[in-house]
């Protein structure tokens, strides 16, 4: 029998497994009413190919879980971008690479979509790009040690489509769900794989329709056992990946992939921080930095991890007249936030830099551009990483926030994709305009690979880092 028969066996059999566990827990809960102490978090340790152990979440997503593969953007609905497990280190070198077979089929161009890796398979979806002559979206499911293609899956949007798009793929219980889409009539739909076959599809409710951004923010596997769906510009809804149905109202979010934990989202919105139930109107606290004399037009994406959230707020410019040196209302900060109280934890004013000075034409004042912000966050539990502006990487207690080191690994930098950014017990992995750095857990740098990387993401499981690019897959071991 081959690893790969070994592994569908042992992912089918853990299906049947949580479907009686669930029908049990279902008459329990008919018999007695109570509410069982397992919330889906538990660990489970799998034999991998070659006889080594895993020890991975099934299928959950809970943040507090950890787990070495990576099932979701991020690595978890808290987006803490942090594996537990080993990665491949300073001296990394490619262990395989994989390119899509067909013209025009992308693995990504915009850096927002990552490789998923679950149970010994990493996991790649494509598009064409709009304005292709076909509308066909794939799943391809790669042996995560070789490269090796075990299986496919293609949706063909027929010829009155032009293009497709689709989600990053979230894996729950070793089946795929990910969202397709064909271009020119706006359609799309969530479909369910299993080893390359759909399990179900399940298409938008009425009023989700001709949603197009819907492929833009990612799927997120929560502790209940449902997948968190995007369905439109700014909205989510809940999605039984066990079945294909959608339940519940839209979730409004704002602008990127939400970061998820306790039934709420953590999240920027209308100029202060919230703490937001899934499905609420109002939030359960807001934090608010205008109070504190803070004035910022850049949000980094926030991160919860151990019971607490971490964001940052930054200015990207203050006009002349006010300078030379950028004023303290607009260096950029980072936040430590209790999750459940929206209590300030500690505040860290970040290292800034004042840039190059721009003009807005006849009667307007000149500017200065500042470099300093967190661009992309990962938390361990030993440190909180943070890629800034000025093109360093730097390491801060989460106890206090105090600076342990900081790393120049770049020039000055103003893009910020959240993906390119992950970090493990050896350290941080980033990806930028000019290559592939590691950064150890001690603050020394190692250049992986030089060339253009700012839009390439990255994964890390099973000891490997998984760099996707726009029409290939690269894996360092």
């Known amino acids: 029998m081959s690893d790969h028969d070994m592994r569908s066996r042992a992912v089918r059999r853990r299906r049947l497994l949580a479907a009686a566990g669930a029908g049990i827990a279902g008459l329990a809960g008919c018999s007695s009413g109570g509410e069982s102490d397992n919330d889906g978090g538990g660990l489970a340790t799998t034999t991998a190919p070659g006889g080594s152990e895993t020890t991975s979440g099934e299928g959950t997503g809970d943040p507090e879980t950890e787990s070495a593969d990576w099932r979701m953007y991020r690595g978890g609905p808290g987006q803490a971008a942090y594996s537990p497990g080993a990665g491949p280190g300073g001296d990394a070198d490619i262990e395989w690479t994989w390119s899509t077979p067909n013209t025009d089929e992308y693995v990504d161009q915009s850096g927002t979509r990552q490789v998923a890796v679950a149970d010994g398979t990493a996991y790649v979806a494509t598009h064409l790009p709009y304005g292709g002559e076909t509308s066909r979206t794939y799943l391809y499911g790669l042996d995560a040690a070789t490269g090796e293609r075990l299986w496919v899956y293609e949706r063909d949007w027929g010829e009155a489509q032009v293009g497709s798009n689709r989600s990053m793929p979230v894996i729950v219980d070793g089946r795929a769900v990910f969202l397709v889409s064909g271009y020119v009539n706006d359609r799309w739909e969530y479909v369910g794989v299993d080893d390359g076959e759909a399990a179900w599809t399940a298409a938008p409710v009425p009023a989700d329709e001709d949603k197009r951004l819907a492929g833009r923010n990612a799927p997120l596997a929560l502790p209940d056992g449902t997948v968190l769906a995007s369905v439109g510009n700014n909205r989510y809804r809940r999605l039984a990946p066990s079945v294909g149905e959608f339940s519940g109202d839209a979730i409004p979010v704002t602008g990127w992939t939400p970061t998820v934990a306790d039934d709420s989202q953590f999240v920027h919105w209308s100029e202060t921080f919230q703490r937001r139930p899934l499905g609420g109107d109002e939030p359960d606290w807001r934090f608010d930095w205008h109070e504190r004399g803070i004035v910022t037009n850049q949000l980094t994406p926030p991160v919860h991890a151990d019971g607490t959230v ?53 009667g307007g004042d000149d500017y200065w551009l500042i470099h300093g912000r967190a661009a992309a966050l990962a938390v361990g539990p030993d440190a909180v990483y943070a890629y800034t502006t000025t093109g360093d990487v730097a390491a801060f207690s989460p106890a206090d926030g105090s600076e342990r080191w900081r790393t120049s690994v770049s020039d000055r930098n103003l893009a910020s994709i959240p993906g390119n950014f992950v970090a493990c017990p050896d350290g941080v992995y980033v990806a930028l305009p000019d290559g592939l750095v590691h950064v150890s857990s001690d603050g020394e740098a190692s250049s992986l690979a030089t060339g253009d990387h700012e839009t390439a993401t990255l994964s890390l499981a099973g000891g490997r880092l998984f760099v996707a690019r726009n029409e290939r897959i690269e894996v360092y071991g």
């Open 310 to 362: 971490y964001f940052g707020v930054g200015m990207d410019y203050f006009d002349v007249p006010d300078g030379p040196e950028v004023p303290d209302s607009r260096r950029p900060r980072l936040f430590a936030v209790d999750a459940g109280t929206g209590t300030d934890r500690w505040t860290r004013v970040l290292e800034t830099e004042r840039g190059e000075r721009g003009s807005r034409g006849e």
